[in-house]
C-alpha cells in the first residue's frame, strides 16, 4: 500500500510537471495523495520561507489540505510564485480555512491579490472553507498569489493554492486581456461534488440544493457525446433539473455582488430522454423577465451549451430559464457557470526594472523571498522599493540599508528611473560599479558602512546632480593623485563619522613625524662624523707641510683643504634639503578634492 501511494505522488508529481499543474498545500512540508479525489498535493517549502506555518488543532474531520495554514504578520503583501508558460490560459484557485486557528473566534479579512492585479477582499468564514477561483491568459512565465492585510490586527493567511493548464478554446468568447472571476459554477441533479476525477480541468462543480421545486431527470444514454470547447465533465449529463410545467421557469442563483459588473455565463444541457414526434423541448433565457437569447433545443445524447457575455448585472438582476413559447415540455438544465469579468490586466512593473531586480535577488539569497509584482497593485509594494504610478510602474527607489547584503553589486544597469540608491550599513565587497554613475536619474547613492575597495569611478566624482556617501569604508580610495580612505570626512565640514564608524587612525601622521626626525639625526651623526675625520686628516697633513715648508704661506695641503670645502658644502646642501623636504611634508596640508568631489562627497548618516 505504501508503495502504491509513493508511486502515485511520484505519477501526479511529473504530470504536475508537464502540465504545469500544481497543488500546493500551505503551511505544510509533507507531499501526498488526496484519497478524497486522487491530486497529489505538495507542501509550500519549495515556494515560500516567510510567515508562520499552523497546524489546526480540531475535534472534527478536516480534509487534509486544509488542515494546515501559512499566516502572515508582516510586510505590505506576501506571495507565492509558481513557473508557467507565458500566454498559457490558466485556472488559479486560492483556499481559506480560519478554523479558529488563533483561538479568538475572529475571522480576519483581507486582500488577494494575482499577477500584480487586485483579485478580491477575502472574507473568511469562521467554520466554513471559503475559495475563490479566476481563469486567465498569463502574460509572464509566472504566476504569483498574494495576500495583503488591509485592516488592523487582521493578519492574512493561506490554506491551500491550485493552478490548472485550460486548453486555449476554453472560455473562448472571454477577452484575453481580462479574467473570468468565478461566482457559481453548479451541478444540477448529481448528489456529490464533480471535479478532477470526472473533470479533466479539475473544476469544481457543486451540487445544487433542490428545495422540491425540480423534477431530477436521469439519462437514458450513458456516454453523452460531449464536443464543446469548453470541455465541461461527462458527469454533468447523466442529471438534471426540469419543472413541472411550461408555464414555470428555473430561477438561476448568479451570487453576483451589489454593483453592477460586466457578466459571463455558461448555460449546459443535454436532453434526457428520447423524445416522440409531438414532443420538443426549447428553452430561452430570460434576463429581467425579458427574452435574452434565440431558442435553443437540448438534443439526446449530447451536451450543449449557451453562452452569455457582453452584459452587465448585479445581484437585483434575474436571470431565469424559460420554455420558449412552441415547447411542449418545460425547461431543464444540467449545469452552470457565472463569473464577473475583470478590468484589464496590467502587463506589471517596467520589465527593465523586473530585470535589474532579478539581478539583485540572484545575487544575494536575503531577497529572494520577495515575489509578486514588485510595484502593483498600489499601493501593494515590495517593502524596499518605491514606484511611479501608472498602469507600467518603474522603480525609483532601492532602501536596502541594514539588509544584510554581502557579496559584490550585480548588475542593475537596467534600472534607468531610479532616483535614490540606500545601500548602507552591509557588507558589499568589491569595487564600486561604474553603471551606477551612469545612471540618468540618480540623485543619492548611500554606500556607506560597507567594506568596499578601489577607487570612486569618475562617473560617479564628477556627477554634480548626485550626492555620495562612502563612509566607513576603509579600503575605498578617491580616485585623483591622492588615495585616501573613505573613513575621513569627504564633505568639507569636519563633521564626525557615522554612528558606529571606524576611527580616523593617526599612525600614518606619527610615523611620518618620527621617521623624518629619526633619519635626520643619524644624517646629521653620519655627517659629523665625516667632517670630523676630514679634519683631523688635514691636520695631520698640516703639521707634516709646517715642519718641511717656508714661513708665511697657508697652513695644509691646497687639495686637502678643497676636499674638506667639498665635503662641507655637500654635507651642508643634504641637511638643508632633508630639513626642507621634512619641513615640507610636516607643514603640506590635507589632500583636498576638486569642487565637484567637494560638493558631492558626504558623510554617512
Not at 488526496?34 to 508562520?52: A, K, P, R, T
Not at 491550485?162 to 476554453?170: A, F, G, H, P
Not at 438544465?333 to 502587463?347: H, M, P, Y
Not at 498602469?391 to 535614490?420: K, N, Q
Request: a negative charge; glycine letters at 6%; hydrophobic letters at 35%.
Amino acid at each position: 500500500m505504501a508503495t502504491y501511494l509513493l508511486l502515485l505522488i511520484i505519477a501526479a508529481s511529473a504530470f504536475s510537471t508537464l502540465n504545469a499543474d500544481i497543488s500546493i498545500d500551505c503551511g505544510s512540508s509533507e507531499s501526498y495523495s488526496s484519497d478524497d479525489y486522487s491530486i497529489g498535493w505538495v507542501g509550500d517549502d519549495l515556494y515560500i520561507q516567510h510567515g508562520e506555518s499552523v497546524e489546526l488543532q480540531s475535534s472534527k474531520a478536516i480534509y487534509q489540505p486544509m488542515a494546515t495554514l501559512r499566516i502572515f504578520t508582516d510586510r505590505k503583501k506576501n506571495c507565492y510564485n509558481i513557473d508557467s508558460e507565458k500566454g498559457s490560459k490558466v485556472l488559479v484557485r486560492a483556499y481559506f480555512f480560519y478554523g479558529n486557528y488563533d483561538g479568538k473566534s475572529s475571522p480576519p479579512k483581507f486582500d488577494l491579490h494575482f499577477d500584480g492585479n487586485h483579485w478580491i477582499t477575502v472574507e473568511t468564514s469562521a467554520d466554513q472553507l471559503v475559495y475563490y477561483e479566476a481563469i486567465y491568459v498569463t502574460k509572464t512565465d509566472t504566476i504569483s498569489v498574494c495576500v495583503a492585510q488591509t485592516f488592523p490586527n487582521m493578519f492574512p493567511f493561506i490554506s491551500a493554492i491550485e493552478v490548472r493548464d485550460l486548453d486555449s478554446k476554453m472560455y473562448g468568447y472571454s477577452d484575453s486581456n481580462r479574467a473570468l472571476m468565478l461566482r457559481r459554477r453548479v451541478a444540477y441533479g448529481t448528489k456529490a461534488i464533480v471535479r478532477s476525477t470526472d473533470d479533466f480541468y479539475d473544476r469544481i462543480w457543486i451540487p445544487a440544493v433542490n428545495g422540491d421545486d425540480f423534477t431530477v431527470l436521469t439519462s437514458d444514454e450513458t456516454f453523452i457525446e460531449v464536443s464543446l470547447d469548453d470541455s465541461p465533465p461527462r458527469a454533468l449529463f447523466q442529471n438534471a433539473f426540469a419543472t413541472d410545467n411550461t408555464s414555470t421557469s428555473i430561477q438561476l442563483g448568479t451570487n453576483l455582488p451589489t454593483t453592477k459588473v460586466p457578466v459571463y455565463m455558461n448555460i449546459y444541457y443535454s436532453e434526457a430522454s428520447v423524445l416522440d414526434s409531438t414532443q420538443k423541448r426549447s428553452l430561452q433565457l430570460l434576463v429581467d423577465g425579458k427574452v435574452n437569447s434565440k431558442p435553443f433545443i437540448p438534443v439526446y445524447g449530447t451536451a450543449g451549451e449557451f453562452t452569455l457575455y457582453n452584459l452587465t448585472a448585479n445581484s437585483d438582476t434575474t436571470f431565469s430559464l424559460a420554455a420558449s413559447p412552441d415547447s411542449t415540455l418545460p425547461p431543464l438544465i444540467n449545469a452552470l457557470e457565472v463569473f464577473t469579468v475583470s478590468d484589464e490586466l496590467t502587463d506589471g512593473t517596467n520589465s527593465d526594472d523586473v530585470e535589474g531586480l532579478a539581478s539583485l535577488q540572484d545575487e544575494f539569497d536575503v531577497l529572494k523571498d520577495w515575489g509578486g509584482d514588485p510595484c502593483l497593485p498600489s499601493p501593494y509594494s515590495w517593502d524596499w522599493i518605491n514606484c511611479t504610478s501608472g498602469s507600467t510602474p518603474r522603480v525609483t527607489a532601492l532602501y536596502l540599508g541594514s539588509f544584510g547584503l554581502s557579496g559584490v553589486l550585480p548588475d542593475f544597469s537596467s534600472m534607468t528611473s531610479l532616483e535614490i540608491i540606500d545601500l548602507h550599513n552591509n557588507s558589499l565587497i568589491g569595487s564600486i560599479p561604474e553603471f551606477l554613475g551612469t545612471l540618468p536619474n540618480l540623485k543619492q547613492l548611500n554606500l556607506a558602512g560597507n567594506d568596499l575597495s578601489g577607487t570612486i569611478p569618475s562617473s560617479i566624482s564628477k556627477n554634480k546632480k548626485l550626492k555620495l556617501t562612502v563612509t566607513d569604508n576603509p579600503n575605498l580610495c578617491v580616485s585623483g593623485k591622492s588615495c585616501k580612505t573613505a573613513s575621513v570626512d569627504t564633505s568639507g565640514s569636519g563633521g564626525s563619522s557615522s554612528s558606529g564608524g571606524r576611527k580616523k587612525s593617526k599612525l600614518p601622521v606619527i610615523l611620518g613625524t618620527t621617521i623624518p626626525i629619526f633619519v635626520l639625526v643619524w644624517v646629521i651623526g653620519g655627517v659629523c662624523a665625516v667632517l670630523h675625520h676630514k679634519r683631523k686628516s688635514a691636520a695631520i697633513a698640516a703639521g707634516n707641510v709646517g715642519q718641511t715648508g717656508g714661513a708665511n704661506k697657508p697652513s695644509g695641503n691646497p687639495q686637502a683643504a678643497q676636499t674638506q670645502m667639498a665635503a662641507n658644502n655637500m654635507a651642508q646642501n643634504v641637511v638643508n634639503d632633508f630639513i626642507m623636504n621634512v619641513h615640507e611634508q610636516q607643514s603640506a596640508p590635507e589632500p583636498v578634492y576638486s569642487d565637484d568631489q567637494q560638493n558631492h562627497l558626504e558623510e554617512g548618516n
